[in-house]
């Protein structure tokens, strides 16, 4: 049966992205096939929608870095048909065929079997941005950082990665200070577990070498300045895991907080991360993220919508995090190509 795609083309012009009729035989190879129930909406997905950057490196390609669902088909010895599935990367709407279609063919050794706690619509809320946030916590810990060190500060945190980290470090029983550009969300923080609002401008010039200590941890999604300020106001023997770079890819800052207060830089990726590792995130995710403060944090949508949710993401105007209903079968017609403007 035919299915509603989003496929991004290497044309003369540049790429062009749209939303495309495809069928099972055009998919990639692959030991299982996956009926998509929910995608979501990340910061690179948004990259990826926008036409103008290098996330596809091979075309065409299905966007979409993350995607939750049923095994339709496998041959794979872990799985069996109707186990429902998550996928985080990979390098889906990179290299592979990604979420935003009905079905996906990938191999089964990269699936995470769906923990009982979520339907696949909350895996997607929570998605490879929540994710993410959740390997960011695993970090600060295995370097040793620990609530009664001090507050932990969370930068970018009315984004994805932000959200989820807010709730799971409150959880944790971490004093939660969230920094964030949007001071008409200071609510919506308090209520996912901050305990002080930070304005991020406070963050976002170039940082002393060393600024005060007052952060024993920070979770940073934003990179740059931002990063160098949390860095040089680290704690002697803080900790800052870095996933993101909102503000920018730069890291302009000083060896300072590192020769004279022992302060620790712990790089995140979720992309390639192995499967205990991912299981050990996911788990975490399901002890400690609380149904409703996720539910607070997400908005749903309709496949139609995901270019213009694209577009609000690399506007910073998204909150939290944005669930894509992938849904059933093809329900409307095929649609031209939009060429990316
Ligand atoms: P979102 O857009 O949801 O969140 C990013 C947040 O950063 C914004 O909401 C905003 O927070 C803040 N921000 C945006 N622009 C600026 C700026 N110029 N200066 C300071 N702060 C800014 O994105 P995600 O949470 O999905 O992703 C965040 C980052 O993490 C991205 O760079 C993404 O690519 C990266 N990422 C990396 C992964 C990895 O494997 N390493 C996996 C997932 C994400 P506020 O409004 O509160 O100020």
């Known amino acids: 049966m035919p299915f509603r795609a989003v496929r991004i083309d290497k044309t003369e012009q540049g790429q062009a992205v749209g939303f495309v009729t495809m069928t099972d035989a055009e998919l990639m190879d692959g030991d299982t096939l996956v009926d998509v129930s929910h995608s979501a909406v990340n910061y690179k997905d948004g990259l990826a929608l926008s036409g103008k950057s290098p996330i596809p490196r091979r075309f065409p390609m299905v966007a979409g870095i993350d995607f939750a669902g049923a095994v339709a088909e496998t041959t794979h010895p872990g799985l069996k048909k109707g186990d429902r599935v998550v996928l985080n990367g990979h390098g889906a709407s990179e290299t592979h065929f990604g979420g935003y279609a009905r079905r996906a063919r990938v191999p089964g050794a990269w699936l995470v079997p769906l923990p009982a706690a979520f339907t696949p619509a909350q895996a997607m809320a929570i998605g490879t941005a929540g994710y993410t946030a959740a390997l960011c916590v695993l970090a600060l810990g295995r370097h040793g950082a620990k609530p009664s060190d001090g507050p932990v500060l969370v930068t970018g945190a009315a984004g994805g990665v932000g959200s989820v980290a ?21 609510a919506y923080l308090k209520d996912l577990g901050a305990d002080e609002i930070l304005d991020r401008a406070e963050l976002s010039d170039p940082a002393k070498p060393l600024g005060k200590e007052i952060y024993a941890a920070a979770v940073d999604s934003v990179g740059s300045h931002t990063l160098a300020n949390a860095l040089s106001r680290l704690k002697r023997g803080g900790v800052a895991a870095c996933c993101g ?35 050990t995130a996911w788990d975490l995710l399901a002890r400690d993220l609380d149904g409703a403060k996720l539910a607070e944090m997400t908005t749903t949508i ?9 577009a609000a993401i690399l506007a910073g105007k998204i909150r939290g995090r944005t669930v894509v209903e992938i849904g059933g079968g093809l329900t409307r017609p095929r649609l031209p190509a939009c060429a990316a403007s």
């Open 245 to 279: 770079m909102a503000q920018g890819g730069d890291l302009p800052a000083s060896v300072m907080p590192f020769i004279l207060r022992g302060v620790t830089l712990a790089g995140v990726e979720s992309v390639m991360q192995p499967m205990p590792a991912r299981r």
């Open 302 to 310: 309709p496949f139609d919508k995901v270019f213009e949710a694209g």
């Open 166 to 186: 807010v709730a799971l470090l409150k959880k944790a029983g971490w004093h939660v200070v969230a920094s964030t550009g949007r001071p008409a969300e200071a």
